[in-house]
């Protein structure tokens, strides 16, 4: 990994209990397979703990680790660092990607909330008005009642409706690979993505970024919204046509909140940053700071299981991976 992301993933305490369950070196830090310093213990490794920056595992670099059996990555996704080859091995892999959408979701359901009370909106004005009508009911506001659809029962869409279970919404979630009665069983109503963006006051995304997926909340979905509707995007920025949302936001038809843009970052010029019923943020939602110690966690917790000889419990499965983000 690279070498900043080891004290904020490994604190101490998390270090010493690494460490307690592998026979490891905390102060070789590898970048690169082919570092002579690497190989020798790389040839003897078999397993692998890994984070952002690490060099993919080619066939090259498996052929410098004969025994290597278990790569537990502190991080989102694995498809930059494993490739068929690794599978062909049947590597043992695991992921905090669970961990990382824990953030995700509670600031999915922080701006659910808050869009549905009309927060972004009435800040604008009380900051541009400085003054406001004591006892004076906002007619179009609240969340008693409001249609929240979720795109994608992802680790993350999951998550959220679980999240939402408390309030009263009515959850709808489009996945062509979801069912009615795992719908059900999360809590929600399965729908078609056609039907969902027609009925929700809050569309929130939550699908991969695949290339069947750029692009799926397209300007015809967006136009099928109804007046009022607020699109919620935690996932990637190519999900949603940024032009026909900044066209429908600017329209005051829609409002949106959105941690990812396509392109990333907006340019300068953009409207987002300056209409009302926009609320953009930097890509912020996923784990920074102290959360970034429960994906170190999570892989803690993987190498105490694989110490005991017991199943991973956030072990990826490649036959699925390619549907996931």
Not at 96 to 108: H, Q
Request: hydrophobic residues 45%.
């Amino acid at each position: 990994m690279s070498p900043e992301f080891l004290p904020l993933l490994f604190p101490d305490p998390l270090l010493r209990r690494l460490c307690d369950a592998l026979d490891l070196d905390p102060g070789l830090i590898a970048q690169d397979f082919t570092d002579p310093a690497v190989q020798p213990v790389f040839a003897e490794a078999e397993v692998l703990v890994s984070s952002w920056g690490t060099p993919r595992l080619d066939a090259e670099a498996l052929a410098k680790a004969p025994r290597l059996k278990a790569v537990l990555h502190a991080a989102g996704t694995v498809k930059s660092i494993i490739g068929e080859e690794g599978w062909a091995r049947g590597l043992a892999v695991s992921s905090s990607s669970g961990a990382n959408a824990l953030p995700v979701a509670e600031y999915t359901l922080a701006s659910i909330l808050m869009a549905g009370k009309g927060i972004f909106g009435l800040r604008e004005e009380f900051r541009a008005q400085r003054s406001f009508e004591l006892g004076y009911v906002h007619p179009e506001v609240g969340n008693f009642g409001r249609t929240v659809g979720v795109v994608g029962a992802s680790k993350i869409g999951r998550r959220v409706i679980e999240l939402l279970r408390p309030f009263d919404f009515e959850v709808l979630v489009a996945d062509p690979y979801l069912d009615e009665d795992e719908a059900a069983a999360l809590g929600a109503e399965l729908v078609d993505l056609d039907s969902l963006v027609g009925r929700c006051d809050i569309v929130s995304v939550h699908a991969p970024d695949l290339a069947e997926t750029a692009g799926l909340i397209s300007a015809d979905r967006l136009a099928a919204m109804k007046d009022g509707t607020v699109v919620v995007n935690t996932a990637r920025g190519r999900l949603v046509d940024t032009d026909a949302l900044t066209a429908e936001v600017a329209a005051g038809r829609l409002s949106a909140v959105i941690d990812v843009t396509h392109p990333e970052p907006l340019p300068a010029e953009s409207p987002l940053y300056d209409l009302p019923n926009a609320f953009v943020t930097p890509h912020v939602a996923g784990s920074h700071g102290n959360e970034l110690s429960r994906m170190g966690l999570f892989m803690v917790e993987e190498a105490e299981r694989w110490a005991r000889g017991e199943d991973l419990a956030h072990r990826v499965d490649p036959s699925t991976l390619w549907r996931q983000a």
